[in-house]
């Protein structure tokens, strides 16, 4: 497409009145007439997408912006564990669970610890005083109840 | 055609070069609503939906022609409003910004349903497909009979051929009917900058439109 056209083209597909030169050009050119006419039947066929009546948009449509907006809306964790109650239940059924396994096992340890180092008597019938007289006086000695 | 346009990089429109200066839309009354909008005044974003609501019910109801989804999509364009207002950042109208948005909803629209569309006739026999394409309504079909709806289904099938703002910028010329100096204010570019991108989506279009036209079963209108 000839310069002479291009500056006025916009011009020309709006309707508007163009310069003698313009139309002159246009005349005399058989390429540019031709691409110059494609491009005004696609320049009328867009005006199909123009809406063919006005729609107006119901009493409560901001209500329904906010509401989808907010569905949207990235969450926190914490915010997915209030708003999600059947998640929310299931963190804190867990949550229990592992208190009171930690708990249990926390419990058995104290009492094993409560039960404290083994009686003499309990030493003396473990290690029979034939085998070494001396390590049963050595444990004795060293026993602190 | 295109021989001599092939050879021009980027055509100098004009001998007078027209630069207009750019619209401080940032410091106009509506450049304020958007920045209590951006910190968040929920009264404010209400207040920008009030004002273009129609304008988007509209602009959808042109492109996709369904009256019963216009709503729905316009709800999701304000909603990606609400979450991107944050980066709009002045160097265009709100209108111009939005109408981007919503253009771009609208194919994004008619892409998805088109997939759908595609998939669950994936399943279907040959003679199920045609008897399901026989009762629905007539803006779903590949040859609708109405001329007007096949041509408004043939300029879709053209605008997804060309980048996103070639779309906007020929749909807010042709469709919305605004000038080059009108989309230069609008978009803080330049006229020459407008007319060249005008330009090469026209050719676009064209070329779009000779494949689509060699392709069976097409409408030209």
């Known amino acids: 497409m000839h310069q002479v056209i291009l500056d006025r083209l916009e011009q020309h597909l709006s309707g508007s009145p163009c310069s003698r030169e313009f139309t002159a050009h246009l005349e005399s050119c058989e390429e540019c007439r031709a691409e110059v006419q494609q491009m005004k039947e696609l320049s009328g066929v867009l005006f199909t997408l123009r809406a ?3 729609l107006t948009p119901s009493a409560g449509f901001y209500a329904q912006v906010a509401r989808r907006v907010e569905a949207e809306r990235p969450r926190s964790l914490w915010s997915f564990v209030w708003l ?3 998640f929310g239940k299931r963190v804190a059924f867990a949550s229990l669970m592992t208190l009171a396994i930690l708990g249990s096992y926390l419990i058995t340890r104290e009492t094993e610890y409560s039960a404290g180092p083994p009686r003499p008597e309990v030493i003396m019938a473990q290690q029979s005083p034939a085998d070494n007289p001396d390590m049963i006086l050595a444990t004795l000695a060293s026993y602190e109840p | 055609m295109g021989t001599l346009t092939g050879a021009l990089p980027l055509p100098a429109f004009g001998s007078r070069v027209t630069v207009k200066t750019r619209v401080d839309y ?3 009354q509506e450049g304020a609503l958007v ?10 974003f209400r207040e920008i939906v009030e004002h273009y609501q129609s304008k988007v019910f509209s602009i959808i109801h042109g492109i996709v022609r369904q ?5 729905d999509i316009a709800q999701q364009v304000f909603a990606k409003v609400y979450f991107s207002l944050r980066n709009f950042d002045f160097r265009s109208s709100l209108i111009t910004w939005i109408y981007k948005i919503t253009v771009n909803e609208c194919f994004d629209y008619l892409r998805k349903k088109k997939v759908r569309k595609l998939v669950y006739e994936s399943d279907l026999s040959e003679d199920e497909v045609r008897r399901v394409e026989n009762t629905e309504p007539s803006v779903d079909r590949t040859t609708p009979a109405d001329e007007s709806l096949a041509r408004h289904d043939y300029v879709l099938k053209l605008l997804a051929r060309v980048s996103e703002e070639e779309r906007n910028l020929l749909m807010l010329k042709e469709v919305e009917g605004h000038s080059v100096e009108e989309l230069a204010e609008m978009t803080g570019m330049n006229e020459n900058t ?6 090469r989506a026209r050719q676009k279009l064209v070329k779009a439109a000779q494949r689509l036209d060699r392709a069976p079963g097409m409408v030209a209108g």
């Open chain 1, 52 to 54: 063919p009546e006005a």
């Open chain 1, 84 to 86: 999600e109650p059947a």
């Open chain 2, 67 to 71: 009256r019963n989804d216009v709503e």
């Open chain 2, 35 to 44: 920045r209590r909008a951006q910190s968040g005044d929920e009264a404010a």
């Open chain 2, 26 to 28: 940032q410091n106009s």
């Open chain 2, 194 to 199: 407008i007319k060249v991108k005008l330009f």
